[in-house]
């Protein structure tokens, strides 16, 4: 049962990746993947102004149920093209 | 006619240019902004990358030309966006708007350029000597946006 | 640099474009206005003639882009407009502004198309099935200008 | 002792040829020259919104002095390029 992140621009830093697999029991809220993480990555990403997309569509983190299979994308601030 | 595209490869801004141009006989005027990475004098930067995520980067991208259409009258529509690493002299973003009347396709380019630079899904670094480095959203990006506030 | 030219014959707006880019590294944006003789579905005008008059013509086009240059901060600004006998699809008009700040190049673009199209001395007629007729001056260029109206 | 005037736009169809050589004794003023002309070409050319340009300089009608060898251009309202 996995889960891919995937953290966009200045998160890749953070994350020290582009991409990360997490095994996953069922579908995990925001703060399940997040106490799974690295402390400075999990405060990060649960930042307000990271945007989240799951599969491809943006959604409200508290409405965060991903499990496996599932991508989910952190998206910060965009710099603009 | 509306064209929409990401270019993952450097592309040649006058040739699709041209190529917008040659089916476009009914259009009075065609507005274009190319943009392209600076090349200035002790300018320490050496590149540029601009990331992008494929769902939504290219989606939005067309919603943004989509609204450009409805809220003027455009015969075509042109946009190429670069994605990843190019170097000073490399087009980043041509846009083009093609009206019968020139006020409309000089304002819907201007619209989708404040767009393009403040809201669109990319994340962008630079290089200097020093390294690679993201670069922070502008200030000025939301004065752009406002702009264009329906009233 | 500023470039400021009639063309007696039709010339190849991309390749001016083109040419203006290549020099101009260290413009952040280049902002282009193209003006072609429309050509549409039922459309009865089958030519367009400019004219100018000689003394007057260019040298009010090379202050006008002077001005434009006094006004918002460029790098350059190509400036190509026909005279003579043209057909539709032809290029009427090209203008091009390169700036470091994509807002000077906008700006200073939109009001040499403004200024061109309501002051500059041209004279132009149309040729339909019933031959030549000059054309009026439009009630909506002293619009055109009024919002160039320094305050 | 001639005089060159040319007649832009519109005008030239009032003329009936974009330019036209006129004899004159010595310095003409508009007044002089236009009732040498066809009164409905007098009429156009003296019209409030036509510019004059001697030698290719502009100038007011009142200022209009001309005489051998110059050349007169009557400039009707522009209709933009």
């Known amino acids: ?81 | 006619m509306r064209r929409v595209r990401l270019a993952p490869e450097p592309f040649d801004p006058h040739e699709e240019l041209r190529r917008f141009g040659e089916t476009r006989t009914t259009a009075g005027g065609i507005v274009s902004f190319l943009g392209q990475v600076r090349q200035e004098e002790g300018d320490p930067v050496e590149a540029l990358e601009l990331r992008h995520y494929p769902p939504l980067t290219l989606p939005g991208m067309d919603e943004l030309a989509l609204r450009a259409e409805t809220r003027w009258r455009l015969i075509a529509t042109l946009v190429i966006h670069r994605v990843g690493i190019m170097v000073p002299g490399d087009p980043i973003v041509l846009v083009a708007c093609a009206a019968r009347h020139r006020r409309d396709a000089f304002e819907a380019a201007d619209f989708l350029m404040d767009h393009l630079k403040s809201s669109a899904w990319f994340w962008k670094r630079e290089k200097t000597a020093e390294g690679w480095r993201w670069i922070e959203p502008r200030g000025q990006d939301h004065a752009d946006l406002a702009r264009w506030a329906e009233s």
């Open chain 1, 1 to 81: 049962m996995t889960l891919t992140l995937l953290f966009l621009g200045p998160l890749e830093d953070v994350a020290g990746v582009p991409e990360m697999s997490l095994d996953v029991a069922g579908a995990a809220t925001l703060p399940d993947i997040a106490e799974r993480l690295d402390p400075a990555l999990a405060v990060a990403i649960t930042a307000p102004r990271v945007r989240i997309a799951l599969n491809g569509q943006l959604v409200a983190p508290a409405d965060v149920r991903a499990g496996n299979g599932d991508e989910l994308a952190f998206l910060p601030p965009v710099s603009g093209g």
